[in-house]
């Protein structure tokens, strides 16, 4: 596909997103109520946020409510509440609490200005329609409406994982507080791993901890072993909110668990469907976690061939086909797909599906349920009506076809790498673990030579061998055998054993000096006299 066609294409989908917008808007202005796969107690809009803010002002959070968020959460909700607000309960406090009203609506908006800055730096052709994507999109858009932590969790992430911060220092301290937010959130950052990245992840680690100990001297709850048992309480939990799991979920893996659900889903649903579903699944998941295994394989073997953002993506990924942290947990991922250049077929397809993902509502098979309650959008009694959609089928497997599309162009890129240079399989960084002339061993420290020349000469190195091996070079062999003196070569001197003699007329000293003026990033073509000069 063109690049013409590639930004139609984005175009139309970022309408069509805006269209599913305006389509949730008209349904809520005609029955009070926001349409599935937003949460059907219509009563509940915020509570994420003001129910942890209602613990986070009051003893108990981890023994009595037994909460699974790690301390900062509480940390941040104590500085952005008003205590007065939640003496009573969590419903009082929602009412009351405008300061808190006010922050999520502003980091909402800190969301949007920074997925604009960051998609704008990576691509500032697609960077409009992919904002909007994200903007008005219904992961963020569900985020907004749950009130969920992951709105601020995201202002960390994107500086973590985006191209916005350069500091090393910085982004260490983003990826720390994104772990302390949500804890699964140590997938991506482990991407710096698999780079090889190995200061950057240490830094992160170290702030992490220390980030950690800081909010748990300030809550003064929150040990590991509190939250190991809660988590255990939790999971346990879960399992008999089957309904809740498939509403808006990034797997099928709540799908197993449906004959053990209080609804009587067999009144909607075939026998055999169900077996069927019972059996395709946990073949869909394992599938999905061998690709993904294989195409993290195949970034060690190469951590000069991908992105951190694609290796993190596809870790992410294939944690959400495993398990659901809930469909809000998709913008995470989101950003990372928006990410990725259009050039090829896979990112291609999984830019695509991120576009699909982001399609507000959803598309009725069965009415499972029917409500009688207040709106608290609406202020005004509705009935809800909500039960089987297309979307609890189609939304998974969008996920799982993004993990295959970005595995499967990561192996690609892999292979081709390997046409250029060979494999890595230490634990040193790829800027050590060749030489400059294809021998292994510590890199020159002689000749002083910018980051983009030695990639440079590195990936023609095949060149010098050829021309090496046919002595395909100026001069002829009857020369060099008369004893003609070799002109020497800075790079080959350099590396070149003590006494041994330095082949002459090095192509790969041709290289040097040809890459002072055809492929330096930052300037210009030099002017003719200037290139003859350098020639020379």
């Not at 992490?208 to 809660?230: D, I, K, M, R, S």
């Not at 991908?306 to 469909?327: D, E, H, K, N």
């Not at 993902?357 to 009935?383: F, H, K, N, Q, Y």
């Not at 690609?412 to 960084?429: E, K």
Request: aromatic share 12%.
């Amino acid at each position: 596909m063109s690049r013409r066609a590639g930004l139609w294409l984005e175009a139309a989908l970022s309408l069509l997103v805006l269209a599913s917008l305006g389509s949730a808007m008209l349904f809520f202005s005609r029955n009070g109520y926001l349409p599935q796969p937003f949460v059907f107690d219509t009563n509940d809009t915020f509570m994420d946020w003001f129910n942890t803010a209602y613990w986070a002002n009051n003893p108990g959070a981890f023994s009595v409510w037994r909460t699974i968020y790690p301390p900062l959460s509480f940390a941040f909700l104590d500085l952005t509440t008003l205590p007065n607000c939640y003496l009573y309960s969590a419903f009082y406090a929602r009412d009351c609490d405008w300061l808190a009203k006010t922050t999520i609506i502003a980091f909402y908006l800190l969301d949007i200005a920074l997925l604009w800055l960051s998609f704008r730096r990576a691509n500032p052709a697609t960077a409009p329609m992919r904002t909007i994507a994200m903007a008005f999109g219904l992961p963020l858009l569900f985020t907004l409406e749950r009130g969920n932590l992951i709105l601020v969790c995201m202002v960390p992430f994107i500086l973590a994982h985006g191209p916005l911060l350069r500091s090393k220092l910085w982004r260490g301290v983003a990826a720390a507080a994104t772990i302390n937010f949500k804890p699964y959130l140590v997938l991506p950052v482990l991407a710096l791993a698999l780079k090889r990245e190995w200061r950057l992840l240490e830094l992160a680690g170290i702030a992490t901890v220390a980030l950690y100990l800081l909010t748990l001297a300030w809550v003064g709850a929150g040990t590991p072993g509190e939250l190991a048992a809660n988590t255990a309480n939790w999971v346990a939990f879960q399992t008999g909110q089957v309904w809740n799991e498939i509403n808006y979920s990034t797997s099928y893996a709540p799908f197993l668990n449906m004959r053990a659900a209080n609804v009587p889903l067999l009144e909607f649903v075939p026998s055999r469907t169900l077996e069927g579903i019972e059996l395709a699944v946990p073949l869909v998941i394992t599938a999905t976690q061998i690709v993904a295994l294989t195409a993290l394989a195949a970034a060690w073997l190469q951590p000069r061939a991908l992105a951190p953002a694609r290796i993190a993506a596809i870790l992410m990924g294939a944690y959400l086909v495993t398990q659901s942290p809930g469909g809000y947990a998709q913008a995470f991922l989101l950003f990372l797909v928006f990410l990725e250049p259009t050039r090829r077929a896979g990112p291609m397809v999984a830019v695509v599906c991120g576009y699909l993902l982001c399609l507000v509502g959803d598309i009725s098979l069965a009415t499972i349920m029917e409500l009688s309650t207040v709106s608290w959008l609406s202020e005004r009694s509705v009935t809800p009506e909500f039960g089987l959609t297309w979307g609890h089928f189609v939304r998974p497997m969008v996920l799982v076809v993004i993990v295959w599309a970005l595995s499967f162009d990561a192996i690609v890129q892999v292979a081709r790498a390997h046409i250029w240079r060979p494999p890595s399989l230490g634990l040193a960084g790829h800027d050590r673990a060749a030489g400059h002339c294809g021998v292994g061993g510590p890199a020159r420290s002689g000749m002083a030579e910018a980051g983009w020349r030695a990639d440079f000469l590195h990936r023609w190195d095949w060149i010098y061998r050829a021309v090496d091996a046919r002595n395909i070079d100026a001069g002829s062999d009857s020369s060099r055998s008369a004893g003609a003196e070799p002109r020497s070569c800075a790079l080959c001197a350099n590396r070149a054993p003590s006494g041994a003699a330095v082949p002459g007329n090095c192509w790969r000293d041709r290289l040097i000096r040809l890459s002072r003026w055809r492929v330096h990033p930052h300037h210009s073509w030099r002017d003719r006299s200037q290139r003859r000069a350098d020639r020379q």
